[in-house]
Nanobody, 114 residues
Framework: QVHLVESGGGLVQPGGSLRLSCAASGFTFDNYIMMWYRQAPGKERELVAGISPRHGLLNYADSVKGRFTISRDNAKNTVYLQMNKLKPEDTAVYYC???????WGQGTQVTVSS
């Protein structure tokens, strides 16, 4: 059974940084694209970043380019999202997802506020 557990969220001031982690299990991790999504209150869930299984091909939403970095450790079945220069509009629940299917974890709350 696919299982995704996000962690690392919290409250941070504008301009600060956070590193999110997502531990995956129940599937062959390094066979699939991994992605981070986010959902702000009253808004639809949006794709933030994606990373290919082995070759490190990366994709980012325009709103986070140059500030966020997605990476993965296939030996640990974990995908990361390093978020720098955070803005209040980055406030959302962040979720990871695998291209294996429509499975979601519980998410981790990121709040950017002074």
């Amino acid at each position: 059974q696919v299982h995704l557990v996000e962690s690392g969220g919290g409250l941070v001031q504008p301009g600060g940084s956070l590193r999110l982690s997502c531990a995956a299990s129940g599937f062959t991790f390094d066979n699939y694209i991994m992605m981070w999504y986010r959902q702000a209150p009253g808004k639809e869930r949006e794709l933030v970043a994606g990373i290919s299984p082995r070759h490190g091909l990366l994709n980012y939403a325009d709103s986070v380019k140059g500030r966020f970095t997605i990476s993965r450790d296939n030996a640990k079945n974990t995908v990361y999202l390093q978020m720098n220069k955070l803005k209040p509009e980055d406030t959302a629940v962040y979720y990871c997802k695998s291209s294996i299917g429509d499975f979601w974890g519980q998410g981790t709350q990121v709040t950017v506020s002074s």
